[in-house]
Nanobody, 125 residues
Framework: VQLVESGGGLVQAGGSLRLSCVAS????????IGWFRQAPGKEREGISC????????HYADSVKGRFTISSDNAKNTVYLQMNSLKPEDTAVYYC???????????????????WGKGTLVTVSS
């Protein structure tokens, strides 16, 4: 299994970015793809996930209402649309895979099977 992120970069506060994660190598349909982020000096934080089997989504409170996760199953790609970005959103964003459909975000964050290498998002004030 391989997860490849793209779309990171530098943006001003209040701006938007869209991250992409292309997944390959999954041999079954019951899996979930989501996003973590890790800011300098902080722990990695799970922020959102989407299930391939039923399209259910989950968000952390820190991004709810600003970030939207979506998927294009034909392209095996998951997107994270990030709007109203704040300097505190600055982090390395990682795509992650979980072989199941989680009950909630905590279920996803505690059960990661695969990781991408990350893409840096920097939000300037």
């Amino acid at each position: 299994v391989q997860l490849v992120e793209s779309g990171g970069g530098l943006v001003q506060a209040g701006g938007s970015l869209r991250l992409s994660c292309v997944a390959s190598g999954f041999t079954f349909d019951d899996y979930t793809i989501g996003w973590f982020r890790q800011a300098p000096g902080k722990e990695r934080e799970g922020i959102s996930c989407i299930s391939r089997s039923d399209g259910s989504t989950h968000y952390a409170d820190s991004v709810k209402g600003r970030f939207t996760i979506s998927s294009d199953n034909a392209k095996n790609t998951v997107y994270l649309q990030m709007n109203s970005l704040k300097p505190e959103d600055t982090a390395v964003y990682y795509c992650a895979g979980f072989i199941a459909t989680p009950i909630g975000l905590r279920d996803f964050t505690n059960g990661i099977d695969y990781w991408g290498k990350g893409t840096l998002v920097t939000v300037s004030s």
